[in-house]
């Protein structure tokens, strides 16, 4: 399993908890960053010091959030080098089918809706996790 941090983008901390909780309750161990909106991941990932450690394994990325969307977020991501083949996930509340387009548009790896109910919540990050940081081949890392 991949051990290198999963970058969790999103600005609802009730969402933050219950995905934390989802995380442990599914056994993975993986290092949790967290970025509460797209400035904070934009720097998580292209801040001083981010080039001299790893990327994430697996960047979850909420769509609606304050001062940087995460359509943003994910176009900033697909121009860079260091990142453009970075494992994207947009894990987020929206059904405006335009955001799912525009998503895939933009080479998100998956798009997901965020399940409402807490059960099939836990189950759905936990499939995430299966196949994001298990079974899934990523390109090799670059630091």
Do not use: C
């Amino acid at each position: 399993m991949d051990k290198r941090p999963i970058l969790l983008v999103e600005d609802n901390p009730d969402d933050v908890a219950l995905t934390l909780r989802a995380f442990k309750k599914n056994h993975i161990a993986n290092p949790i960053q967290i970025a509460r909106d797209g400035v904070e991941a934009l720097e998580y990932l292209f801040g001083e010091g981010a080039a001299t450690k790893p990327l994430p394994a697996l960047v979850l990325l909420d769509l609606k959030m304050p001062r940087l969307g995460g359509l943003e977020v994910l176009a900033r991501i697909r121009t860079e080098e260091r990142t453009k083949v970075l494992q994207v996930v947009v894990l987020t509340s929206s059904r405006e089918d335009d955001d799912l387009m525009k998503s895939y548009s933009l080479h998100a790896n998956s798009y997901i809706r965020k399940p409402i109910d807490f059960e099939e919540f836990i189950r759905a990050v936990g499939q995430i996790g299966l196949y994001w940081l298990l079974l899934n081949q990523p390109p090799p890392a670059k630091s």
